[in-house]
């Protein structure tokens, strides 16, 4: 995922067009999960380059092999061939009983393994460059923190008030809840309940005074167990931001590394933007929504991966009033030194360790901050000595803070 790639208008095939007229083949197969159309489309687009600077026809070429993800026989001796070919040599003849060589004969250390040989683990490095970062950089004034933070999200401008469609009502547990489609931007809609206290579920009748839940993975889920027992005496809303909640590509296996999460992220950061500020942004636009309905004060209450969307929008919307951060992260250096990071990669922000760290941003919140049972890279509660540490890293006051 090279950042801003696809943003700058770039794709896979303009590498290859960029060496050009060296001699190139490309590899691929059948039945990769990787699309052939993708294969053929960018190596028709090399072929015009090298076709328009008059390269030799036997210059470039396309080999689909006929099995799945990898590099087959069939791939090796075409790359074997072409070699052959661009070096004027005559094809050798095809390895029908190829020799299997041991491990000990493929070990390119003497345990077969880079670490034990003296390498430095790349968590290790990563943790040194953010330790050095946390050295280098400046305090930031509260309107220069909040300006940086706005850029990093890459958040778009905020104009007018969010169209909404009112969906059918269902239940959280004993509670009747109304849902609402917000469409923050063009066919991208967050999913907004309200817990309701009387039995009107379609309309948006806002209180002077809301309290909304931003939750871990599903506001569903959270209504009727982390927030079954949250304002038991007035209406509570809760917000499914993109990806999350009713929008999850994938319901049971959102937390795989390699899932739709991560490849959602991974596009972001192609297209030279955030995942996690356009769900700031969903936040944001909903926080928009229920301010022209009447909403003075904004009370935002959220869980896990909806602390960090709560914490950002705590800081950029100025109708947010108390923020109640449950099992959030302390602070990002901490994941770089955790050779396992357990939460999805959207939830760091790209560029932010040059900057600021959390407990920056917490301290920015002030006396509005109540912070409750953090987890740790491992998303876990931190306790004894761990807690202890983690609290100690922010700076915030004791009174903020309930473990």
């Known amino acids: 995922y090279p950042p801003g790639v696809i943003g700058a208008g770039l794709e896979i095939a303009d590498f290859l067009i960029a060496r050009a007229p060296d001699?190139?083949?490309?590899?691929?197969?059948?039945?990769?999960?990787?699309?052939?159309?993708g294969l053929d489309?960018?190596?028709?687009?090399?072929?015009?380059?090298?076709?328009?600077?008059?390269?030799?026809?036997?210059?470039?070429?396309?080999?689909?092999g006929p099995q799945g993800h990898g590099f087959s026989h069939h791939n090796q001796e075409s790359m074997v061939q072409f070699f052959a070919r661009q070096a004027g040599l005559v094809s050798p003849s095809k390895v029908r009983r190829p020799q299997h060589l041991t491990s000990a004969e493929l070990d390119a250390t003497p345990q077969g393994n880079t670490v034990a040989a003296g390498a430095i683990p790349?968590?290790?490095?990563i943790a040194a460059r953010a330790?050095?970062?946390a050295l280098q950089r400046k305090k930031l004034a509260r309107t220069d923190l909040i300006k940086r933070l706005t850029g990093l999200l890459c958040l778009p401008s905020?104009?007018?008030?969010?169209h909404y469609r009112v969906l059918r009502p269902n239940r959280a547990k004993d509670r009747a809840c109304a849902r609402y489609a917000v469409e923050t931007e063009a066919n991208i809609r967050a999913i907004l309940y309200k817990r309701l206290k009387a039995n009107h579920p379609h309309t948006l009748d806002v209180e002077r005074e809301v309290e909304l839940y931003i939750p871990h993975i599903s506001s569903a889920d959270d209504l009727g167990s982390?927030?079954?027992?949250?304002?038991?005496?007035?209406?509570?809303?809760?917000?499914?931001?993109?990806?999350?909640g009713e929008s999850r590509a994938e319901k049971d296996g959102f937390f795989h590394p390699y899932g739709m999460d991560y490849m959602f992220h991974g596009h972001a950061l192609l297209l030279g933007e955030s995942y996690l500020g356009r769900r700031v942004f969903d936040l944001l636009r909903t926080?928009?929504?229920?301010t022209d309905s009447g909403a003075r004060k904004i009370r935002l209450y959220g869980r896990g991966q909806g602390a960090l969307l709560a914490l950002c929008a705590g800081l950029l919307h100025p109708q947010t009033g108390r923020i109640t951060l449950k099992n959030a992260p302390l602070s990002w250096i901490e994941w770089t030194r955790a050779p396992l990071v357990f939460w999805p990669a959207a939830n760091f922000l790209r560029n932010a360790l040059r900057h600021f760290d959390l407990p920056d941003l917490y301290r920015a919140l002030g006396r509005r901050l109540i912070?409750?049972?953090?987890?740790?890279?491992?998303?876990?509660?931190?306790?004894?000595?761990?807690?202890?540490?983690?609290?100690?890293?922010?700076?915030?006051?004791?009174?903020?803070l309930n473990p």
Request: glycine residues 6%.
């Open 158 to 162: 905020r104009n007018g008030v969010p």
């Open 41 to 64: 489309e960018a190596y028709a687009e090399v072929a015009r380059f090298y076709d328009i600077l008059g390269a030799p026809a036997t210059s470039h070429d396309l080999f689909i």
């Open 287 to 290: 926080l928009d929504l229920l």
């Open 131 to 133: 330790a050095d970062l």
């Open 122 to 125: 790349i968590y290790e490095q």
């Open 226 to 244: 982390d927030a079954r027992d949250l304002c038991p005496d007035q209406a509570l809303y809760a917000l499914d931001v993109r990806g999350l």
């Open 23 to 37: 001699p190139i083949l490309l590899l691929g197969q059948t039945y990769d999960f990787f699309d052939r159309r």
């Open 371 to 400: 912070l409750i049972e953090p987890w740790g890279p491992d998303m876990q509660p931190l306790c004894g000595n761990a807690l202890k540490t983690h609290y100690a890293a922010t700076g915030l006051p004791a009174t903020r």
